[in-house]
């Protein structure tokens, strides 16, 4: 079979996916970004380590004529709150999506979305993953093995601070002052905690509540963000009655992620700050060739395991490139929580869970998207945190504090470290 003929939107994260892509057999065929210098750097990088064929490759300023080139997948590694659109626009011509991480920014758009993809015979990949790290595959490999019993309960917690003295992570991720993470509620980050859970359990959510973790900023670190909630602590009731925690982009305590399922006879979990995994029974129930406390690091069993270990993310950035590249060549849509219906969900979750916090924990339910009632209630639904694409100014304030914004010095310290 031909090599998948593949584009690439967004010069920055698009670069580091293109390698993966690559790694999982495709022909990365041609870059888009709307800014000069990330086009120019990314095209030069992915020449530069052949990643792509300098006689086959085209670099493009302007989506539509971008998808206009011979190809058979595109990925979507644009601003994280505006994949639908361009996604909406490949589902149209037939050609398969791999959006990274959240789906869709508004409600309208997530019902947009659907339907251009239920009119369309291309895949959607929601190419969230964390679910592919090695010990979030050993918890889902435990889970459906049953030896936990019912799954009860679930926790996901994804922890990322970043020092306030790191000046790069600035100038690369927060560019200028209406930058999508300025405004970024603290619900809408959740892919990378409630996807691990959804994933090991099959579980999907239907209806959430949140609560903020206000935290406002030092006055003497460089600061453009109009929101100030440390976290968010989100919870689920999901279709099989089970429950989730989880938060949204956490920066309280120590960097790192962390896993725990609950069942009627025992539980797993991956142990903070190592790759290794706790899975433990009860002493009534301790199934044959296990003791009551399993403490083990996971192996991959996989293949592609030394592919694996040099990809990004825990591996989990091959992973998902993979297994995009399986559902073409097999002609299906990706397994749970990977597909169209799981992704338009995790975004309601971050969307409606953020009124939900707007609100001190009002519950939401989520909508069906396979429901035609349920689409009808959120068609015309375009409230946002987020400066749009236009932009036009957001329609929801982004913190759970409305009268917070970054003080005069602040904002001094932000233009300074961006001219440094």
């Not at 409630?194 to 935290?215: D, E, N």
């Not at 749970?336 to 799981?342: L, N, V």
């Amino acid at each position: 079979m031909k090599p998948i003929r593949v584009g690439i939107f967004g010069a920055g994260r698009g670069a580091d996916l293109a390698y993966d892509q690559k790694a999982a057999g495709a022909n990365v065929v041609a870059l888009c970004d709307f800014s000069e210098k990330r086009r120019e750097d990314g095209a030069k990088r992915l020449i530069k380590d052949k990643i792509v064929d300098e006689n086959d490759f085209a670099v493009y300023d302007d989506f539509d004529k971008f998808i206009e080139h011979d190809m058979d997948a595109v990925v979507l590694a644009n601003y994280f709150h505006e994949h639908a659109p361009y996604a909406i626009k490949c589902l149209e011509r037939g050609i398969h999506v791999f959006s990274e991480c959240l789906s869709n920014g508004t409600m309208a758009e997530g019902i947009e979305l659907v339907r251009a993809f239920e009119k369309s015979n291309a895949v959607y990949f929601l190419a969230e993953n964390y679910p592919q790290m090695c010990f979030n595959r050993e918890i889902k490999r435990i889970c459906e093995g049953g030896t936990l019993g019912k799954i009860l309960y679930a926790e996901g917690e994804y922890n990322h601070p970043v020092s306030p003295a790191d000046y790069w992570f600035i100038k690369i991720y927060q560019y200028f002052p209406e930058h999508w993470r300025h405004y970024l509620g603290a619900t809408y980050y959740l892919t990378h905690s409630l996807g691990p859970i959804m994933a090991a359990t099959g579980a999907t959510p239907k209806r959430v509540t949140a609560l903020p973790i206000y935290c406002p900023y030092d006055e003497d670190i460089a600061n453009a963000s109009h929101q100030a909630d440390n976290s968010a602590i989100i919870t689920t009731l999901n279709d099989d009655d089970s429950v989730f925690r989880f938060t949204g982009w956490g920066r309280f305590g120590a960097h790192g992620n962390s896993y725990r399922v609950c069942g009627t006879k025992g539980q797993i979990e991956n142990v903070r700050g190592t790759e290794k995994v706790m899975l433990r029974y009860n002493d009534w129930n301790i199934p044959e060739g296990r003791e009551e406390i399993n403490f083990y690091e996971p192996s991959w069993n996989d293949k592609d395991e030394a592919i694996i270990k040099e990809s990004g993310h825990g591996g989990g950035d091959y992973i998902t490139a993979r297994m995009f590249h399986d559902c073409i060549r097999e002609n299906r849509q990706p397994e749970h929580p990977f597909d169209i219906y799981a992704a338009t969900t995790m975004s309601s979750v971050a969307i409606l869970g953020f009124r939900s916090m707007l609100e001190k924990g009002v519950p939401y339910d989520i909508p069906d998207f396979r429901n035609a009632d349920d689409c009808a209630k959120y068609e015309n639904d375009r409230l946002s945190p987020f400066y749009g694409a236009d932009g036009t100014k957001p329609t929801l304030p982004c913190c759970s504090n409305n009268d917070y914004t970054p003080t005069e010095e602040q904002m001094k310290r932000y233009f300074e470290t961006l001219n440094k």
